[in-house]
């Protein structure tokens, strides 16, 4: 018999596997009056006996690679016998792999239900909005640690914005945004060349270019004087963590200041790519007879 969840107004059919994906606490809507109920949760032993409704909240999430293949093994038995399992999981490719259905339950509502693939897609674009917009208006800290330079000029500020034009700690892969930079030159200097340089959290050159590479003439600048530069660009990068370092420099690259990862800032998507660069490929297939 189906077993019935009367606060998400939903029931799972006998003999299925139901995983549950939201925000941590998605569990406390999964109260149901059906026959004998199993719940296990991640500090509990993981012994899956037979039960009308069997829920897992988040009980695989520490165990290892063989502890999570047998017990996919018995859920599935269970799911054999008529059991209801209900699998409360942040790891997205166990519900793919193990459920048939996927419920996202979002501020104890359930927001939506259908095959794994359809739901984990709608709750990442969820995820993806929601982490892009805790970055709108947030100006990314600026750290001086690593500086250096002769001290002919100053960088004054960085500025990370977004396609709002708002400051953004936090970009949406294939948006358009903007790197904003002041320097402050304490001598004079004849040509500065100003540039940035992107790179992932452990250090590998994604992206860089500078005013010189651009064709961009600055100089000469006299001692007190204040130059901004943008650069405008889209963000066609994989979603990661990433620095941004910045320097004003002469053309021969002696350094007037030199910020070294000064900004660390994030890329969010609604789907995952592998590397660094999305270079968002269109797929197609053509068939051929021998």
């Not at 690679?65 to 997205?92: K, N, Q």
């Not at 002041?182 to 270019?209: H, K, Q, S």
């Amino acid at each position: 018999m189906a077993v019935r969840f009367p606060e998400l107004d939903a029931e799972a059919p006998a003999g299925a596997v139901i995983g549950v994906i939201g925000a941590d606490g998605a569990a406390k809507a999964l109260k149901s009056d059906c026959g004998s109920i199993l719940r296990i949760g991640p500090s509990d032993v993981l012994e899956l006996e037979r039960a009308d409704l069997v829920l897992l909240e988040h009980a695989l999430a520490t165990r290892d690679a063989w502890t999570r293949a047998r017990a996919a093994a018995r859920i599935e038995e269970l799911r054999r016998g008529g059991t209801t399992v209900v699998l409360v999981s942040h790891d997205e490719e166990l519900l793919r792999v193990l459920c048939d259905e996927v419920w996202w339950v979002h501020e104890g509502r359930l927001a939506g239900r259908g095959e794994p693939e359809e739901i984990l897609t709608r709750y990442r674009r969820h995820v993806a909005a929601c982490l892009r917009a805790s970055g709108e208006g947030v100006a990314a800290a600026v750290h001086t640690a690593m500086r250096r330079g002769d001290g002919r000029a100053e960088i004054l500020s960085i500025e990370m914005l977004g396609e709002s034009g708002q400051p953004a700690s936090v970009w949406r892969s294939g948006e358009a945004v903007e790197v904003r930079v002041a320097v402050r030159f304490r001598e004079a200097v004849e040509d500065p060349v100003i540039g940035m340089l992107i790179r992932t959290r452990v250090g590998l050159n994604v992206y860089g270019t500078n005013t010189e590479l651009e064709k961009l003439q600055l100089g000469p600048c006299a001692a007190g004087q204040v130059v901004r530069v943008s650069f405008a660009f889209r963000c066609e990068l994989c979603a990661q963590e990433y620095t941004l370092t910045v320097a004003s420099h002469d053309p021969d690259g002696v350094w007037h200041d030199w910020l070294e990862d000064a900004v660390a800032f994030s890329v969010v998507d609604s789907r995952y790519t592998a590397g660094v660069a999305n270079l968002r490929a269109r797929v197609t297939c053509i068939l051929t007879m021998i």
